[in-house]
Nanobody, 119 residues
Framework: EVQLVESGGGSVQAGGSMRLSCAAS????????LAWYRQAPGKERERVAY???????FYADSVRGRFTISQDNAKRTLYLQMNRLKPEDTAMYYC?????????????WGQGTRVNVSS
């Protein structure tokens, strides 16, 4: 069992920055995909970024060049650095983990942290 707890959300003006953190605990496999998803009101949950089992990173087109995903293995923490935030980045952000990075393969979800970007 893996537990994920997000933190770092809040409100920021457009153009600002924010860093989300996800603390992982429990029996974490050596090979696991760690990802950030988000869900805006009335929209489907979408994948924002991930680090796969080979440590390759992926970014959605909408955030590439603005967001950076990283992990601190010693602290068992996943981060999402978000720069040049836009109002359309407003959503609930979820930390996720699974054998693969597709949403259908995600086995563990955090409770979410809300990000609100005002114009």
């Amino acid at each position: 069992e893996v537990q994920l707890v997000e933190s770092g959300g809040g409100s920021v003006q457009a153009g600002g920055s924010m860093r989300l953190s996800c603390a992982a605990s429990g029996d974490i496999p050596n090979k696991i995909c760690l990802a950030w998803y988000r869900q805006a009101p009335g929209k489907e949950r979408e994948r924002v970024a991930y680090i796969d089992i080979d440590d390759r990173t992926f970014y959605a087109d909408s955030v590439r060049g603005r967001f950076t995903i990283s992990q601190d293995n010693a602290k068992r923490t996943l981060y999402l650095q978000m720069n040049r935030l836009k109002p359309e980045d407003t959503a609930m952000y979820y930390c996720a983990a699974g054998r693969y990075c597709l949403i259908s393969s995600i086995a563990y979800w955090g409770q979410g942290t809300r990000v609100n970007v005002s114009s």
